[in-house]
């Protein structure tokens, strides 16, 4: 499917106009043409991912970065510009920081990213795709906290399946039956876990069988294998024996089968044995989907008295380094924004569309990520396998979220690459002589400096030992963390920047404090040496509570700034994800979400975005 | 013609020392006292040629002439070595040198911001990954399933073969 | 039985000749008649220990090539010789698949298995020697000659001695032998192997390689063999692999002849038409020059690279090893042979980077030699380390997922 010039979109009505080619735009565009609706799919970036040889350079760009941030295979395009992790900087209210793409409002910077090109964001995600719990739709019901979906854990299930099949998940369902989580029976994942990591079994020998308690309920701290889209080896239960044959990469169809344990799963799996919304775009009935990239859509056009979308106006332009652009309004039946969380809400705000609620644009949510890392007692061989294959699940639901964030715990399989940018910075401390890691720089050891096999000893026995944990924590939705847009900022081609205003609330913060303190019975049972640091002045995501002080990463997620909701006062769109204020206008991705609770995302907006395709369908079809 | 040690050079117009013709060979061998690989595994990276050019194009060449032949004349001594590292201009750029192989990368100084890989080659072929036995991210992948075990390499060819099984 | 076969060949009337010929242009084998039993099963194994031999035959010649290409060789040209090293693999598997079926018993660590390069193929198939080659034109012309889809000469086939056929008539001639037998004396006779030595789909996986074919019976085998050949020589009446409905994957040969030509293959373009496609341009500079058949008696003793090359050569024994136990009743050891692959790749690229110590003024890199060292048999022998370039996994059974 090669993109077409932007003139086929003229003097035709498609059935759908979907703006965005990130997985929700991808999913959107193949379940549609499947059924023989015809799409036009409009992609703000430009499609260098899906040529093998541009995808081979933008591994080179991953190779020369010198700060290997999910963002850094993919350059910036001044045309559809897009946040990047370096930009995030303390923010000194209330002189907001325009460093980068966002208006960073504070008093905390967004910490998260998304990216701009043919394929989204899923060009650099993790790949983890774990379900959400029951609990999590049912937040307000049963822990006076958030709201609760306008759907349930069931009415997710089917479209769950849907969705591990398209994105292809790795996992065995014996190992996922917890807190809530089932399945049909009989049900399998389309390819089994894949295999644990050494890290994982050794730090599973410490951990599993022992608890936390909170409030006197206890939690068990088994670690878990991760279901993850990421190819293994396939199972032949699939489908009623049917089985599955793992999709590979797009344009080299025959690399990419299985994992083969690059390590470098964000930014970019040079095999693409991880998922990418490319696979799903491109396995797309061709003949029923048009893509033009290069086309960012400025605004959604509203007929004032009908309240129906007339037309999507979007700036075509020939380079990504050169700004002047043509306008062209494609036409639709029905429309679709899938540009995720962030540039979904922008795009409302300049259309002055599906805002009754004055939703739009708030209750910004990601996963505030408590990083804690150190040194086991014993050789782990980090850097090794796909970033990350368990976790410790346990403690992600439970009566202690009346007043404090849950979370679920990440084991990283990459050493201290993402607190430290390890092992090239241990590398430059032992040669150029710093503080001894293990003493948490707080009282710094000067070391001496290392070369020849000294140094060659030192750094084997001492990365070998490094391990991390990323504690996802959840936010609650919350009206002021929002995106908004003023016309004082507008990018390249004078289209909206989204400002944001963001904080942690004390929610939250109670999640890290609690996190904190399981981290280090963890640790202490693994025998580890924890080398966490918290930076007051330099740590962008630096925060307190409580008078101790914490540091918040970003996950990468971004949700809630659309949300579903069964009352139009307080949501933006409907439980079949069609905003409430325009009949012909569905929203889908991240922001639909109502609650981010614990669980990686994507999965659960591939899922909502199957249930969305059904609905436009019906509407289509009434 | 000067000659410094072992080394005998010219001095160009601009009253710098030119670097003499076999300063590539002690540029590797004194690469190979100050990381601590063998030879063939600085060889075996395929970028000698390519950092001794950088490097002698990014450094001052009398300090890297001297480091050379400092070097070589230590003739293994740890302790020479070590007075030679301790100098602040050679040290600085021996280690210099010592990260150069291990990551791929030139620091140009302690508070320099930009501190350049020389090219997805050099990234790759990283020193760091071989040390602690695993791979750079994104290359050199080691094979599914590879991670789920602990990374042993066997006795060498030369010693005895009683080491056997997981212990590293 | 082979006097018997000589007579009757001796006897062939024109007529008979014109016969054979259309049988096997229509049925794409020869019928023949089958001997006792015993001596037939016993024949058709040592064919198939020799057709084992043979699919490894041109491995290490084909990795040869790929590791002395340089990380900036271009991804296309890689995958070119990649996809066809490890289809060869996978040649290798299905051949051992129809060997086990028929109650044989995979033999891969014979001082005699890997071949003394330069050095005929087994059986002077094709007669041809073949030389361990880094990537060059005379590289692709050797891949060329092996791939080249040979002819089948019928009258060959009832003569039934595998010397000197080409690569056509040997895989022919075993599957003609194949049917005979089983139409004489029944597929329960035939396939007495263990199903349990059988490699399964998903138990091997190397990107690009295809899946195995489990052999149970006739039906099996035939289909074992067919994938083989299609993938090497390509099918008599297209270059596609599969036929024109398939991925569009050409077979060996003609991926030899897009580098040779250097232009792609593109719909519609046949044997005669050769590649009319995109020009494909092959930098061969960016790979490495390297010794032609070096021999670890040509690195001086004690030398680094000496050392390494007799290293990579152990850790290639233990390869061999690892198949030889996979196919002989663990064949979910093979999940272990792809990491171990990697190690020597790993091994073999910074061997190729290395200049060939003492002949530093050749211009000419070192090689891995490939040369057979004894194993300890019953475990993985310990014995090499491949420092820096990575060590050699001693093996651990992977917990089937």
């Known amino acids: 499917m090669n993109p077409s010039s932007p003139e086929v979109t003229q003097g035709t009505v498609f059935d759908v106009v979907i703006v965005g080619a990130g997985i929700t735009g991808a999913i959107l565009a193949k379940s549609l043409a499947a059924k023989k609706k015809r799409v036009l799919v409009l992609e703000a970036g430009t499609a260098d991912a899906s040529n093998f040889g541009s995808y081979s350079q933008l591994l080179d760009n991953f190779y020369t970065s010198q700060a290997k941030i999910p963002q850094s295979p993919y350059p910036d395009n001044a045309n559809a510009p897009q946040p990047s992790e370096l930009d995030c900087e303390q923010i000194t209210p209330p002189i907001p920081d325009t460093n980068g793409y966002f208006i960073q409002v504070g008093p905390i910077p967004f910490l998260s990213t998304y990216t701009r090109y043919l394929g989204g964001t899923t060009l650099h995600w993790l790949g983890t795709s774990l379900r959400m719990l029951p609990d999590d739709f049912r937040m307000k019901t049963l822990f006076g906290q958030a709201e609760d979906w306008p759907v349930s854990y069931d009415d997710m299930m089917p479209y769950y399946a849907m969705a591990e099949f398209e994105m292809g998940v790795s996992a065995d369902v014996s190992k996922q039956n917890y807190l809530g989580i089932h399945f049909p029976p009989g049900y399998v994942y389309p390819m089994h876990e894949l295999p644990a990591s050494w890290s994982d079994k050794t730090i599973s020998k410490s951990l599993d069988g022992t608890t936390y308690e909170v409030d006197q309920e206890s939690f068990n701290l088994d670690v878990i294998n991760t279901p993850a889209s990421r190819n293994s080896i396939p199972n032949q239960a699939y489908a009623n024996g049917k089985g599955y044959t793992p999709v590979g990469a797009v344009g080299n169809p025959s690399l990419g089968q299985r994992c083969m344990g690059n390590t470098a799963c964000v930014p970019i799996c040079p095999i693409q044995a991880k998922y990418n919304a490319l696979k799903t775009l491109y396995s797309a009935d061709s003949e029923y989907v048009t893509l033009v990239t290069q086309a960012v859509v400025s605004k959604v056009e509203i007929d004032p008295t009908t309240k129906l979308v007339t037309g999507i106006r979007f700036k075509y332009y020939e380079s990504a380094t050169n700004p002047n652009y043509t306008e062209f309004v494609a036409k639709g039946k029905q429309y679709a924004l899938a540009t995720h969380a962030v540039e979904n809400a922008k795009l409302l705000l300049a259309s002055g569309a599906a805002n009754s609620s004055d939703q739009v644009g708030r209750n910004l949510m990601d996963h505030t990520t408590l990083l804690a890392w150190g040194l086991a007692p014993e050789p782990l061989w980090p850097y090794r396998g796909p970033v990350a294959t368990a976790g410790v699940e346990g403690m992600r639901t439970g009566k202690y979220r009346k007043d404090t964030a849950s979370f679920r715990i990440e084991i990283g399989n990459d050493g201290w690459g993402w607190p430290t940018s390890g092992p090239i910075t241990d590398v430059i401390e032992l040669v150029d002589g710093t503080p001894d890691p293990a003493t948490n720089g707080s009282e710094p050891i000067q070391l001496p400096k290392l070369w020849g096999k000294a140094l060659r000893e030192r750094l084997k026995e001492q990365v070998r030992r490094q391990f991390r944990m990323a504690f996802l924590v959840e936010q609650l939705p919350n009206a002021d963390n929002r995106v908004t847009i003023s016309p004082d900022h507008k990018d390249a081609l004078g289209n909206y920047i989204p400002i944001i205003a963001y904080g942690i609330d004390g929610y939250t913060g109670a999640g890290f404090e609690l996190g904190t303190k399981v981290y280090k019975q963890m640790f202490k049972d693994i025998g580890a040496v924890d080398c966490t640091v918290v930076n007051s002045k330099t740590d962008a995501g630096y925060f307190q509570y409580k008078d101790t002080g914490y540091t918040a990463y970003g996950a990468g997620h971004l949700c809630g700034t659309h949300r579903m909701g069964s009352d139009p006062k307080t949501s933006v769109v409907n439980p079949q994800q069609r905003t409430w204020d325009h009949e012909n206008l569905y929203l889908v991705g991240c922001g639909n979400m109502v609650t981010v609770a614990t669980s990686n995302p994507t999965l659960t907006a591939g899922a909502l975005t199957f249930m969305a395709a059904e609905n436009i369908l019906a509407s289509l079809d009434k | ?168 | 039985m082979n006097e018997e076969r000589s007579q009757k060949v001796a006897a062939l009337t024109e007529g008979d000749v014109a016969a054979l010929h259309q049988h096997y242009r229509e049925k794409g084998f020869v019928q023949l008649q089958s001997g006792p039993l015993q001596e037939e099963l016993k024949e058709l194994r040592d064919l198939l220990q020799s057709a084992m031999q043979l699919e490894h035959a041109t491995i290490p010649p084909y990795l040869t090539g790929l590791y002395s290409m340089k990380a900036e060789m271009p991804w296309n040209i890689i995958g070119i010789i990649r996809t066809i090293v490890v289809e060869e693999m996978l040649h290798l598997l299905l051949a051992a698949n129809v060997l086990n079926a028929i109650g044989g018993q995979p033999n891969l660590t014979a001082p005699d298995f890997i071949p003394d390069y330069p050095s005929y193929l087994p059986h002077h198939i094709d007669d041809l020697i073949v030389n361990l080659e880094p990537f060059s034109p005379q590289f692709v012309q050797q891949g060329l000659a092996i791939e080249r889809p040979k002819y089948v000469d019928p009258v060959r086939i009832v003569l039934g001695d595998p010397e000197r056929m080409t690569i056509g008539e040997f895989y022919v001639l075993i599957e003609s032998k194949l049917r005979s037998v089983v139409a004489q004396y029944g597929e329960a006779a035939v396939f007495t192997g263990d199903l349990k030595r059988q490699v399964q789909p998903d138990m091997f996986y190397y990107d690009g390689a295809g899946q195995p074919v489990p052999v149970i019976n006739l039906e099996t085998a035939v289909k074992a063999l067919q994938i083989i050949t299609d993938q090497g020589e390509g099918m008599e009446r297209t270059i596609w692999v599969g036929g024109e409905d398939s991925d569009n994957e050409v077979a060996h040969y003609f991926r030899f002849n897009e580098l040779a030509v250097g232009r792609q293959y593109q719909s519609g373009d046949t044997y005669q038409s050769g590649p009319t496609g995109a020009v494909l341009s092959v930098p061969y500079d960016l790979a490495y020059s390297a010794a032609v058949n070096a021999k670890i008696a040509e690195y001086p003793a004690g030398s680094e690279v000496r050392t390494h090359a007799e290293a990579f050569n152990m850790a290639y024994g233990q390869l061999l090893q690892l198949l030889e136990r996979a196919f002989t009743g663990e064949p979910s050891l093979l999940l272990q042979s792809v990491p171990h692959m990697y190690l020597l790749r790993n091994a073999a690229q910074a061997l190729f980077k290395n200049p060939f110590p003492a002949k530093e003024d050749s211009g000419l890199n070192a090689a891995p030699t490939f040369e057979y060292v004894p194993v300890l048999t019953g475990q993985v022998a310990s014995g090499a380390t491949l420092t820096a370039s990575g060590g050699v996994h001693p093996g651990h059974p992977l917990k089937q997922a």
């Not at chain 2, 050379?68 to 590292?85: F, K, N, P, R």
């Not at chain 2, 010592?98 to 990283?126: C, H, M, R, V």
């Not at chain 2, 590879?146 to 066997?154: K, V």
Request: proline share 7%; glycine share 8%.
């Open chain 2, 1 to 168: 013609m000067s000659k410094v040690g072992s080394m005998t050079f010219e001095i160009a117009p601009t009253g710098n020392p030119v670097l003499p013709a076999d300063s590539l060979a002690f540029f590797l061998a004194t690469s190979v006292v100050l990381t601590g690989f063998e030879r063939f595994d600085l060889l075996g990276t395929g970028l000698l040629q390519q950092y001794f050019d950088y490097v002698s194009t990014h450094a001052d060449s009398p300090t890297l002439l001297k480091l050379l032949q400092g070097v070589t004349a230590a003739a293994g001594s740890e302790s020479a070595v070590s007075e030679i590292l301790a100098d602040p201009e050679m040290g600085l750029l021996a280690r210099q040198i010592i990260k150069l192989w291990y990551t791929g990368q030139w620091f140009p100084s302690a508070t320099a911001t930009d501190n350049p890989i020389l090219s997805p080659s050099s990234y790759e072929q990283g020193l760091v990954w071989n040390a602690i036995e695993a791979h750079p991210p994104g290359a050199k992948q080691q094979g599914f399933g590879a991670w789920s075990e602990p990374f042993t390499p066997l006795v060498s060819l030369t010693g005895d073969a009683s080491s056997k099984g997981r212990n590293a």
